[in-house]
């Protein structure tokens, strides 16, 4: 039988991360030794409590469905998270918890693009923004930013990209790949540019909010415009702040009309998130808050560690990213020798370090490292991408 993939499914590729990490695991388990910077992955256990809540979960039997959109209690807690750490407001009639926030941002696309309907998505961009807008059928309309910017663009750029059709906004800071990271007064710039186009939502990721470095504390599209609000939906989690990406559990806030489309969605989607995983969430974000600290001063002294070695390398050079725990390296003069992007990428997995080409966030001619990874591992990572392409 042929294959029968639906128009949908056709118009996407798969995931580049997920892909290069796979491949990653599976050359490790064939005995290679490789050094895996291709996914977002903090690589610190999980704290704990985090792990004894979902223990306990299991031992108390907490085994069974709960709510579509999340149990009360967890709700409870997103809603803490949202006020306490990130400054919105929100009742929990506006929250939804889904397996990851990668659901969230799925289930809430799928549940408003039609056809033909335009998403501005900031380029690089995180790999599975544009592929999610295609399978609902809606246009991506490539926001182009550049390193000499860090990456970031401007109420300007953002009013040029905006068209009778323009739907949402994807902003993502601190940003995947780059790292870019959006001040307070660049988002009021921003905001005062939506305020024109009243059909504009925006989908604010802020899934790596404890992961700024510049020693301002992270600001959000919501708190400082809260008369945007009603158009707003702000994503967030456990995976990335509290190393819990195994656990799939994403949170989200919104209008109430567009957290009930998700979840009447995700009720014949994947139905609830892990009743488990949700106990530890809890815990999560209830529990406490001062390791965070810790975690970012060890990602800013790798990201420092990173940046030097790669701009120290003939032929590649990365901006200082703001946050989160990704540099997007430019391999340009490299690229009359090894063709393209993914070529390079191959033959730095031919040298022992899995990182993805460029090409899969919507660059090209470079890489991006993931440096949540531990220090030894990326000292030699970096030893061995030099070597690759001396
Ligand atoms: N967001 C992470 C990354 O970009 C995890 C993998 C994925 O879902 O793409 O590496």
Redesign the pocket.
């Given at each position: 039988m042929t294959a029968q993939t639906s128009i949908a499914l056709n118009r996407i590729a798969p995931?580049q991360?997920?892909a290069m990490t796979d491949r990653a695991t599976q050359l490790r388990a064939e005995g290679r030794d490789i050094i895996s910077l291709s996914?977002?992955?903090p690589d610190f256990a999980t704290p704990p409590h985090v792990v004894a809540a979902a223990k306990a979960a299991l031992d108390a039997g907490d085994t069974k469905y709960t709510p579509v959109g999340g149990t009360a209690r967890l709700k409870a807690a997103a809603a803490l998270h949202f006020t306490r750490d990130l400054g919105i407001e929100v009742p929990v009639s506006q929250v939804t918890v889904s397996a990851g926030g990668?659901q969230a941002i799925f289930h809430a696309i799928m549940a408003t693009v039609s056809a033909g309907e335009e998403v501005i998505v900031p380029s690089p961009w995180?790999?599975?923004y544009p592929e999610i807008i295609r399978f609902a059928g809606g246009k991506v309309v490539p926001l182009l930013t550049h390193p000499q910017d860090n990456f970031r663009f401007t109420a300007a750029d953002l009013e040029a990209q905006i068209g009778p059709r323009t739907q949402w906004l994807m902003l993502n800071s601190p940003g995947?790949p780059t790292g870019a990271s959006y001040p307070a007064g660049m988002l009021l710039a921003i905001g005062e540019v939506l305020r024109h186009h009243p059909q504009i939502m925006v989908m604010s990721d802020d899934i790596y909010s404890p992961l700024i470095y510049t020693g301002q504390s992270h600001a959000t599209l919501a708190n400082l415009c809260p008369d945007l609000g009603t158009r707003i939906l702000t994503i967030s989690g456990v995976s990335k702040s509290h190393a819990m990406t195994g656990f799939r559990i994403g949170v989200a806030a919104g209008p109430e009309w567009l957290i009930a489309a998700m979840e009447k969605l995700q009720s014949h989607s994947s139905g609830n998130p892990c009743s488990i995983s949700q106990a530890a969430a809890v815990a999560a974000f209830e529990g406490p808050q001062d390791f965070l600290g810790e975690w970012r001063e060890r990602f800013r002294l790798r990201r420092d560690m990173v940046v030097a070695a790669i701009n120290a390398i003939p032929g590649l050079s990365t901006p200082t990213p703001d946050g989160a725990f990704y540099c997007m390296v430019d391999a340009a003069p490299l690229m009359e020798r090894f063709g393209n992007d993914e070529a390079l990428a191959l033959q730095l997995l031919d040298h022992g370090v899995a990182i993805v080409a460029a090409s899969a966030f919507g660059g090209k001619d470079g890489f991006r490292i993931?440096f949540a990874a531990d220090e030894a591992k990326l000292e030699e990572a970096l030893r061995r991408i030099a070597a690759a392409v001396a």
């Open positions: 995931s991360t997920t996914v977002g992955e990668k995180w790999v599975s995947n993931s």
